[in-house]
């Protein structure tokens, strides 16, 4: 069993930032997969970001070169680093991890980019 609980949502301006971070019950060591995903209203949700055991990062096109995952082994978190925000990002964001063979998600947080 994994709890994950997700946090570090708001409202933030266009052009503003913000830094999510996805607290795990266990080691991150003990992760084949580490991502984030969000979902807007009316909308499916979607992989924002993911990295793998072997550090592999992966992208959606949306947010090449805007947002940064991380994984900070001190704290044992997975971090979404965003930055130059825009009013289509506001959504959930929830984090979801692979142990062994099931997925775990968060309670997701919510990222609301509006003037």
């Known amino acids: 069993q994994v709890h994950l609980v997700e946090s570090g949502g708001g409202l933030v301006q266009p052009g503003g930032s913000l830094r999510l971070s996805c607290a795990a019950s266990?080691?991150?060591?003990?992760?084949?997969?580490m991502g984030w995903y969000r979902q807007a209203p009316g909308k499916e949700r979607e992989l924002v970001a993911e990295?793998?055991?072997?550090?592999?990062?992966n992208y959606a096109d949306s947010v090449k070169g805007r947002f940064t995952i991380s994984e900070d082994n001190a704290r044992n978190t997975i971090d979404l680093q965003m930055n130059s925000l825009k009013p289509e990002d506001t959504a959930v964001y929830y984090c979801?991890?692979?142990?062994?063979?099931?997925?775990?998600w968060g309670q997701g947080t919510q990222v609301t980019v509006s003037s």
């Open positions: 979801q991890v692979q142990y062994i063979q099931f997925y775990y």
């Open positions: 266990r080691t991150i060591f003990s992760f084949n997969t």
């Open positions: 990295v793998t055991s072997s550090g592999l990062k």
